[in-house]
């Protein structure tokens, strides 16, 4: 049975909720009748609704679990059962029901509650997540760490159908069942891309599947075969043939799985019987639950994409001139430029790991569809993938996240890198990315991507700069990433042509005197707004590597004060090059090197988080202007003094 319930609109003021005030935590869930539950859930969902109306945030996601949530804290005594959600986005009503309520609204705030679980949050929360397909891991590592210390606790693990694409999942499943270990992995399937919808003769199956009787028939007929293998293999071939037919589970039974599902993810009492049985079951379980993403919220149904997030519900702003121009986000230059490049040259490639919607390659991928490749949330794949393309000739360009990258770092060096193969890098979301806080930030690109060998590194400071080092890229013959921030830069006009860049060199934007202010990619625009005030150079340099040599020594020997800023950490990244080149080459100078600091930023506004790191402009000109301050009653200079 399963609430019918459907809102076509987000509620503005908060929904009564008098079963749901009565639960604070898992334990008091737990005191209430399973009767009780199905209108529970229905108000947990008008408050989720109502709540992320208010804050912005994760969206659809959380109302399609919101039963599966209810019916797993209340099976399981969880925090003693470990409960790790996959990646987050789902885990909304989970934080509802762990004492978080009323502190819901401060979502992805400064201060406020993280956008994924995190353990010094919560102690319900058991593993910190924000990428994908970990959680199988995480929670057989539990469940064996519980076995070691003789607690007969389960490991229990979330995982979206989309996650369980990556071979890290994978890899979990195969040495779960190899341990043999008390895990359950939940299947939350809510795109059909493992089974067809959920069906009458399905649902019976997946009940049939979890009965106490199937399992204890299933239990006996094994203790009693143990000493026939010969019998004992046909009758299990004959088993999984049966559930062949009508479920799609044979392949995890192979891994050494009992498979129970799909089941409808909705229907609460089936929910609840199902887990109620599993919890008894010891090794490795599987459960494949079907949901629908949004559910109960008509427009989240009908458009579970553009609805897996929400902005907060503002009072309507002013009407803008009919004419004002919309700036571009940086994503959408990538997505024009490589549709123009598509369109010049049927060597282009398009790959992205899952990101088709946020890197902007929904009309490449429509007008391209032959030369677009989206392989899941598999990156180390999509990496050696654009190897193997390279190696025949083709121009792969890989859309990725800056912090997607990092998951496949040896095949960047290994596969790309030392075969030195025409793979270009769309690295977005570099630097610090705001509410999703520093699971997702790009903070280390310019750090790992400087020290390999044969790569170009490229940091544009505005719109035009990253149309054009895109064409840079392309036109270099060997590795090259250009990495560019989340949404809109300062809203520099766009050129419809492309022009190759020379390769290391920089520019001079500003001419002052005193200090001079290297600036990489995005942190031009602040430097200049500084400059002004002090009266410094301000060079955009362009290249992470090669680096402007020529560049950096000829300003050192102009000024008495070098100061670098990137939005990267300041270990080992483009300032450290600098200081690196002064240090070999025996230039004296004073350098500052402003960058992210050797901490994670927590999540807030971006503008928060570049204070938080004192990369906004009023902290720059400070820590600019104590440094000279410093040095005036200092009777000498260190070599790249830092």
Not at 490 to 506: F, K, N, Q, T, W
Not at 564 to 578: H, K, Y
Not at 593 to 609: C, N, S, T, V, W
Request: with cysteine.
């Amino acid at each position: 049975m399963q609430d019918k319930t459907v809102f076509n609109s987000i509620p503005t003021q908060r929904p009564e909720t008098p079963l749901l005030d009565r639960v604070n935590t898992p334990e008091q869930l737990r005191t209430l009748g399973r009767d009780q539950l199905v209108p529970l859930a229905r108000e947990l969902r008008a408050f989720l609704l109502w709540s992320v109306g208010q804050s912005g945030g994760h969206f659809g996601a959380g109302l399609g679990v919101v039963e599966l949530t209810l019916a797993l804290h209340y099976i399981f005594e969880t925090p003693e059962d470990r409960l790790v959600w996959d990646v987050g986005h789902q885990a909304y009503p989970h934080k509802i029901l762990t004492g978080r309520r009323e502190q819901l609204r401060t979502i992805r705030k400064k201060d406020g509650l993280a956008a994924f679980p995190n353990r010094d949050e919560s102690p319900y929360d058991h593993f910190g997540v924000g990428h994908s397909s970990t959680s199988i891991s995480a929670a057989l590592g539990m469940a064996l760490a519980a076995r070691q210390q003789g607690r007969n606790r389960k490991g229990i693990a979330v995982m979206g159908d989309g996650a369980m694409t990556a071979g890290m999942a994978f890899e979990a499943l195969t040495h779960a069942a190899d341990v043999r270990a008390n895990l359950l992995v939940v299947l939350n399937d809510n795109e059909m891309s493992i089974s067809h919808n959920v069906g009458g003769l399905s649902n019976y199956f997946g009940r049939l599947l979890a009965s106490r009787t199937y399992n204890q028939v299933r239990d006996s007929s094994k203790r009693a075969l143990a000493n026939t293998p010969g019998l004992k293999a046909l009758v299990r071939r004959t088993e999984e043939h049966f559930k062949g037919m009508l479920a799609p589970g044979t392949l995890f039974e192979e891994m050494g799985f009992n498979y129970i599902g799909p089941i409808d993810g909705h229907d609460l009492p089936l929910l609840l019987e199902t887990l109620d049985t599993i919890s008894q079951l010891d090794g490795p379980q599987f459960l494949h639950v079907v949901t629908t993403k949004g559910k109960g919220f008509g427009p989240a149904e009908s458009d579970p994409v553009g609805y897996h997030a929400i902005n907060k519900i503002e009072p309507a702003p002013p009407v803008q001139p009919a004419d004002a121009p919309k700036k571009p986000k940086y994503s959408n230059i990538f997505g024009q430029w490589l549709c123009d490049m598509a369109e010049q040259d049927n060597r282009v490639m398009g790959i992205t790991p899952a990101m088709r919607e946020g890197s902007d390659l929904v009309a490449f991928s429509e007008r391209f569809p032959e030369r677009y490749f989206d392989v899941a949330i598999a990156e180390q794949h999509a990496v050696t993938l654009a190897a193997g393309m390279a190696c025949d000739g083709a121009k792969p360009v890989v859309a990725i996240y800056s912090t997607f990258l990092q998951r496949a770092y040896d095949q960047l060096i290994h596969d790309v890198a030392l075969q030195n193969l025409d793979v270009l890098f769309a690295l977005d979301r570099a630097g610090q990315v705001g509410e999703d806080g520093p699971t997702h930030a790009g903070a280390f690109d310019l750090t790992y991507l400087r020290c390999v060998p044969n790569m170009v590194v490229m940091a544009p400071s505005d719109e035009n700069e990253t149309r054009h080092m895109l064409y840079t890229g392309w036109c270099h013959e060997g590795p090259a990433a250009v990495r560019y921030p989340r949404g809109t830069g300062p809203g520099a006009a766009v050129d419809e042509h492309m022009e190759a860049l020379p390769l290391g060199r920089g520019v001079v934007r500003r001419e002052g005197s005193r200090v001079a202010i290297l600036a990489f990619g995005a942190m031009v625009t602040p430097a200049l707004e500084v400059a002004e005030s002090l009266d410094a150079t301000v060079a955009d340099m362009r290249f992470v590597k090669p680096l402007d040599t020529a560049l950096v020594e000829k300003l050192a020997a102009s000024h008495e004060l070098l100061v670098t800023i990137e939005e990267n950490m300041v270990a080992g990244g483009a300032g450290s090059g600098v200081s690196e080149h002064l240090h070999a080459a025996g230039v004296g100078v004073d350098l500052l090197q402003l960058g992210l600091p050797d901490r994670f930023i927590d999540h807030g506004k971006p503008a928060e988080q570049l204070a938080d790191a004192g990369l906004d402009a009023e902290s720059i000109q400070s820590a600019i202007s104590q440094r000279l301050s410093r040095n005036s009653g200092d009777s000498g200079l260190a070599i790249a003094q830092t």
